[in-house]
């Protein structure tokens, strides 16, 4: 399917039954034709906070929470985010026996339109952590160029310092535009990254090169990781993204080239 057919963008009603055929699967295989050559655009997770949780135990009673999912970066589809929400919004007036029903039915459901496992763990309303940020903040610098589209030419090395290094940047400056509906989406980007040594302020420059692209949040983590692994060969990459919340959601995309440089999820303020 593809994105055009979809609710995005569109005025539509929220259901008040389970309506598990109201998920709406997009292919990943397109966007990724131009970096299909890198390996670690396969490996990671993309990992949702659902805010919006609710269902009725066995006694009708509502139960609120919420859920994080995590969607395995090899599924062949991701889900678009207001089918969802659409979904979600489906199972508050359906009752289940247990959590555990609840859940299970909402794996089942999920990973039938993503045609790979995705699991939910639920959290109670107050009991998700907000974290710090881990690493070398890039957002004082002076970023070495500008581009108002992504340009992987803006990537250079540090001309003083030849070393090879490992390190762990972050900026809160990633803004990017939804291709369907125009709407911002802002998030905190972190790289942690093994190889020659970056000029931090060209990393900087190509991050805020973002802010007027149009792309799902997944497919501009991936087109990041590619760019930096094309042009900067680095041994070990990581790239995570936690993007700001909208319509009860988030989503943070995360792509390793090793699967031990899988971080654990976490959830930030701005979030």
């Known amino acids: 399917m593809t994105v055009e057919l979809s609710l995005l963008g569109k005025d539509t009603v929220y259901p008040t039954e389970y ?32 805010f919006e949780v609710s269902w009725l135990n066995q006694h009708a009673v509502p139960q609120v929470a919420i859920a994080r999912m995590s969607l395995p970066a090899s599924s062949p589809y991701l889900i678009e985010s207001k089918s969802l929400k659409l979904y979600f919004n489906g199972l508050n007036f359906t009752r289940f026996n247990s959590q555990a029903d609840f859940i299970a039915t909402v794996e089942q459901d999920l990973s039938r339109a993503a045609e ?24 004082q610098l002076q970023p070495s160029g500008f581009s108002i589209h992504p340009d992987a030419s803006l990537l250079k090395f540090d001309e003083e310092d030849a070393s090879n290094k490992e390190i762990q940047l972050y900026s809160h400056l990633l803004r990017s535009n939804c291709p369907v509906t125009g709407q911002p989406d802002w998030g905190t980007i972190f790289i942690r990254y093994k190889g020659k040594k970056p000029c931090y302020q060209s990393i900087l420059a190509y991050i805020i090169s973002y802010r007027q692209h149009n ?38 995309p995360c792509r390793v080239s090793d699967l031990s440089w899988m971080p654990t999820p976490i959830r930030l303020a701005r979030q």
Request: hydrophobic residues 40%.
């Open 19 to 50: 309506q598990p055929d109201i998920l709406f699967p997009i292919a990943r295989d397109t966007a990724r034709e131009q970096y299909k050559d890198v390996a670690g655009i396969y490996q990671g997770q993309d990992w949702w906070h659902i």
């Open 116 to 139: 790979a496992q995705v699991t939910i763990t639920l959290f109670q309303v107050d009991d998700l952590a907000i974290s710090q940020p881990q690493g070398l903040c890039l957002d």
């Open 215 to 252: 792309g799902f949040h997944e497919q501009c983590v991936e087109q990041v990781f590619a760019d930096i692994w094309k042009n900067l060969a680095p041994s070990q990459l990581m790239v995570y993204a936690t993007y700001t919340r909208r319509g009860g959601l988030d989503i943070n």
